[in-house]
């Protein structure tokens, strides 16, 4: 069930000698935490330290600052003894996503593609979060910025019925049904997008061909989306079965 994340966790502890070291002190972060670091030649693995309880899937985002040359981030997630339970590179920024298999304290390293061999340097922004749920027949109502990736976690064990509304404001955020592939990118499986559409209805039923343990539903600005100003959407999701 849990296939790409030990596939990346082997692929990651053979390149790094079995055990990922962290650098320098860790610093501690916390579920709704954004903190700002940079990657040097001197410190390319910077270690956070977080606590997590069994069953949390944990969302991590790394964002560069585009000014220089620092274009592919890297996010490695340690398990409570050091081994490597997922990790993820990006382009511009990196979206790591994990279920927590036990209660303790993990490791979240912030890095560059190529880690020690690597060359690029520069500033980023990391945030950490722990996805929320949708309960069934209960409207979740939510609010974001069109800079905003917001996303919830939703088992995969049933078809269900997915109702987007957009309540108020001017943004107007795609929202995209995914799993997760054998790399850790998103694999969009379902999506719904409308710039003068409010309310929009997506059914989801799971392939036993292709077994997932959760489906993320992420709300964010669509690529087909030209107004580059910062715009707001109040929200409401919900989730039936």
Do not use: C
Not at 34 to 43: D, L, R, S
Not at 221 to 238: G, H, I, K, P, V
Request: glycine letters at 10%; proline letters at 6%.
């Amino acid at each position: 069930m849990k296939r790409w994340w030990l596939v990346a966790a082997v692929a990651l502890s053979l390149a790094l000698g079995g055990t990922a070291l962290a650098q320098g002190d860790t610093t501690p972060i916390a579920y709704g935490d954004t903190v700002e670091g940079e990657v040097t030649n001197a410190q390319f693995e910077i270690p956070y330290r977080f606590t997590g309880s069994a069953g949390d899937v944990v969302q991590a985002r790394m964002v560069v600052d585009d000014s220089g040359e620092f274009y592919e981030p890297s996010l490695i997630l340690l398990n409570p003894d050091n081994t490597v339970l997922a990790s993820h590179d990006g382009w511009y920024e990196s979206i790591l996503l994990a279920p927590l298999p036990v209660d303790g304290e993990y490791t979240l390293l912030a890095s560059r593609n190529g880690g020690r061999t690597g060359t690029a340097t520069g500033s980023y922004t990391l945030t950490l979060n722990v996805l929320g749920g949708l309960p069934v027949g209960e409207p979740v109502e939510g609010e974001m910025a069109s800079e905003d990736v917001v996303a919830y976690a939703v088992p995969a064990d049933a078809p269900f019925t997915l109702e987007f509304e957009r309540v108020s404001g001017d943004f107007a955020p795609e929202l995209t049904v995914n799993v997760m592939d054998e790399f850790g990118d998103f694999q969009v499986i379902g999506a719904l997008y409308g710039q003068i559409v409010r309310k929009m209805t997506l059914e989801i039923e799971p392939d036993p061909a292709a077994p997932a343990d959760f489906y993320i539903i992420q709300l964010a600005r669509s690529s087909w989306d030209w107004n580059f100003e910062t715009t707001d959407a109040q929200y409401t999701l919900t989730l039936s079965q």
